[in-house]
T-cell receptor
């Protein structure tokens, strides 16, 4: 069974601070996706990273795929209350249809 | 693009009852997935369809669970003889091609009392 461990599990910081969320596995993935989920809603895709070492930026969010394609990180600069939510990484394996989701990081930004 | 629609949004049932959930995917998406999510955790894969064919089922999907997608459009997930451990959010997602991002519905929250 492929496992994606996210850390930290919970994070509560002040508005304006920076933070990094990690997603780690012992398995190699063909691609990795990050989603954000708000209470009562389904996850919504933020980004997909495909190439080992790839870095993608989405406004204040920076996503990196590890060189070995086993891990990823999400860095948020100058966090805002609107960033509050459950952040999920999800890995796709070569030739496999299903996505395996991580354990999630619940982020709370305090105004 | 009207998005993925799930019905009902909430379901409260007594232990031992049967329940059925419906998912309407994005119309041009031929892949449909069911996931289960407990509070604060990531979604766990249950099963997926390519058109009307159910191609993979998780070991989480016991004999009490059955999913169908009879015409390759909407899908239903039935849970027979519900147990308290079945309480969770049941999420449906669709995608157009293999390993493309998933478009999720807002889920059906099941509470078994």
């Amino acid at each position: 069974t492929q496992l994606l461990e996210q850390s930290p599990q919970f994070l509560s910081i002040q508005e304006g601070e920076n933070l990094t969320v990690y997603c780690n596995s012992s398995s190699v993935f063909s691609s990795l996706q990050w989603y954000r989920q708000e209470p009562g809603e389904g996850p919504v895709l933020l980004v997909t990273v495909v190439t080992g070492g790839e870095v993608k930026k989405l406004k204040r969010l920076t996503f990196q795929f590890g060189d070995a394609r086993k891990d990823s990180s999400l860095h948020i600069t100058a966090a805002q209350p609107g960033d509050t939510g459950l952040y999920l990484c999800a890995g796709a394996s070569f030739g496999n249809e299903k996505l395996t989701f991580g354990t999630g990081t619940r982020l709370t930004i305090i105004p | 693009d009207t998005g993925v629609s799930q019905d009902p949004r909430h379901k409260i049932t007594k232990r031992g009852q049967n329940v059925t959930f419906r998912c309407d995917p994005i119309s041009e998406h031929n892949r449909l997935y069911w996931y289960r999510q407990t509070l604060g955790q990531g979604p766990e894969f249950l099963t997926y369809f390519q058109n009307e064919a159910q191609l993979e089922k998780s070991r989480l999907l016991s004999d009490r669970f059955s999913a169908e997608r009879p015409k390759g459009s909407f899908s239903t997930l039935e849970i027979q003889r519900t147990e308290q451990g079945d309480s969770a959010m049941y999420l449906c997602a669709s995608s157009p091609v293999i390993q493309s991002p998933l478009h999720f519905g807002n889920g059906t929250r099941l509470t078994v009392t």
